[in-house]
Structure formats: structure tokens, C-alpha cells
């Protein structure tokens, strides 16, 4: 006699408040933001360090790729394990941040001569820093952007970020064990959902943040680099021209939110950018 299992399939993810929750709309817009993030690099030169293309192409790529793992995941209603990678994306983001101020500080002589770079990228040795709050703690004090972390530790959700991932990791209360269950309904899965999306918004927004600021030519339109590919005298001001997708994130996800942010950025970068 079969057995009909479908009754045991549904779980608390199938609930359409769960399954339409704006988080997904919110991760489908960032990973296709870093894919063509990781395209627009490419135009730019490599550092130095060994690598034909542009390294940070690469950086955002895998990037892209952590934020299609969450969605998958937590469209399983696995939001424990879906709090674990977003420290991950944390990480990724803070080292990616690192790696481009120190660059950005040296001349092209120096960065050739950083061996603890070099060897990160080739594989031989973990970076000088070698944990992330080391790294946190380098860039918030950092001349180039104490005073953009200082406006980003004003919000209580961005200071708690890291704590709330390795909650999640090491299983330090029992609800962090009970939410990775999708069949339990009396956890509220939803509150959770949303403090997910807060600190989904914060990291995201940090990076962008620090990259107008340390990297801002990374921002830039192709409309430079496509007026020289054929042969035509660019727009003495293009090379200030913002690409329309990181234009249309910033004003979702910075200016709409953080607009103490959003203003310090504007203000701080060359690139045309607009609230």
C-alpha cells in the first residue's frame, strides 16, 4: 500500500506571509547587483597580486553566489542556518573592505611588495589580521572611514550583527536550535524574518558604503571605458558618471533608510551620485 507522505511536506515556509516576505525580493536585487558589479571591475586594472583579471571580480562572484545560497535556504524556512551565511556575506564584505583600503593607501610598487596579500590570494598564509573582529576594529579606526562607521554603529541592529550570527552558528540559546526547524509553529519565525532583513540591509549597505568611499571608480557607468573602445573622445565629465544599477541600489537601499549615511557618502565621493 502506498503511503502518502504529502501532509508531511508542508512546513512553515509554505505560509504565503512567510513565502512573499520582501527579504526575497531584497536578495534577488543585491545578487544581480554584485554579478554586474563583478562585470564592471573587470574594466578596471588588476593590482599587482599575480591574477590576469581584476581579484575583487572574483570577491563578488562568490558574493553573489552566498547570497543565492541563502535564498535558497531560507525559501526552506531554514533561517538558522540562513543567519549563519549572512555572517559569511558579513565577512566576505569586511574582508573585501580591508583588502581594497590597504591597496588603495600604497603605490603600485608597495602593493606588489605586500607579501601577506600575495599570499592570501595564492593560497599560502591567512591574513595578518587573521579574525574578523581584528579587521572590524582596523577599519572602524581607520582615518579613510572611522567617520562612515561611526554613523553606521549609531544604528543598535548593525553593532549586534555579528553576535546574532554566531548565535546562530554555536547554537548559544535553544531558540537558535528550534528555528531551523520549518515544521515548528510556535516559533516566530516572521519576527525573525525581519530582523534577518534588517541585518541583511546593514551589511549590504556598509559595503556599498565603503566601496563609493575607498573605490569609487568602481561605481562608475561603462560610458567612459565604451566612448575609447571606439575611438571616441569621452565626456570630459563621464569618468564621474555612476552606473544606473549601483544609482538604483543606493537610493533603495541607502537613501530610503539611512539618510544620515546616504548624505556623508554623497558628499564624500567625486563620483555624481545622488540621493
Not at 571580480?57 to 562568490?62: D, E, G, L
Not at 581594497?100 to 596579500?117: D, F, G, H, V
Not at 591574513?127 to 562612515?148: A, F, Q, R, V
Not at 571606439?230 to 552606473?243: K, L, R
Request: aromatic share 14%; glycine share 2%; net charge negative.
Amino acid at each position: 500500500m502506498d503511503f502518502d507522505t504529502s501532509k508531511f511536506e508542508y512546513t512553515e515556509a509554505d505560509n504565503k506571509t512567510y513565502s512573499e516576505h520582501y527579504v526575497f525580493e531584497h536578495l534577488k536585487k543585491i545578487k544581480v547587483f554584485y554579478e554586474l558589479l563583478s562585470d564592471l571591475v573587470m574594466q578596471h586594472g588588476n593590482i599587482p597580486l599575480y591574477m590576469v583579471i581584476n581579484y575583487d571580480s572574483y570577491v563578488y562572484t562568490s558574493i553573489a553566489g552566498t547570497i543565492d545560497s541563502i535564498t535558497i535556504i531560507l525559501k526552506k524556512g531554514r533561517v538558522g542556518d540562513a543567519f549563519a551565511l549572512l555572517r559569511k556575506f558579513r565577512d566576505l564584505a569586511l574582508i573585501n573592505i580591508y583588502i581594497s583600503l590597504i591597496t588603495e593607501r600604497a603605490n603600485q610598487k608597495e602593493i606588489y611588495e605586500m607579501p601577506e596579500i600575495r599570499d592570501w590570494l595564492k593560497g599560502f598564509k591567512r591574513l595578518p589580521l587573521n579574525n574578523y573582529k581584528s579587521i572590524s576594529k582596523h577599519l572602524e579606526n581607520s582615518e579613510e572611514l572611522k567617520s562612515l562607521f561611526e554613523i553606521l554603529n549609531e544604528y543598535e541592529t548593525f553593532k549586534e550583527i555579528r553576535n546574532c550570527g554566531n548565535n546562530h552558528i554555536h547554537l548559544n540559546f535553544f531558540e537558535n536550535l528550534l528555528i531551523n526547524d520549518n515544521k515548528i509553529t510556535f516559533v516566530d519565525r516572521l519576527k525573525l524574518l525581519n530582523t534577518f532583513t534588517n541585518e541583511l540591509e546593514l551589511i549590504f549597505v556598509m559595503h556599498i558604503a565603503c566601496l563609493f568611499h575607498i573605490k569609487e571608480h568602481y561605481m562608475r557607468s561603462s560610458d567612459y571605458v565604451d566612448a575609447l573602445d571606439i575611438g571616441v573622445n569621452p565626456d570630459a565629465e563621464s569618468v564621474y558618471w555612476v552606473s544606473p544599477i549601483a544609482q538604483e541600489i543606493f537610493s533603495e537601499f541607502v537613501s530610503l533608510k539611512f539618510r544620515k549615511l546616504a548624505e556623508y557618502v554623497v558628499n564624500s565621493t567625486n563620483m555624481m551620485l545622488k540621493i
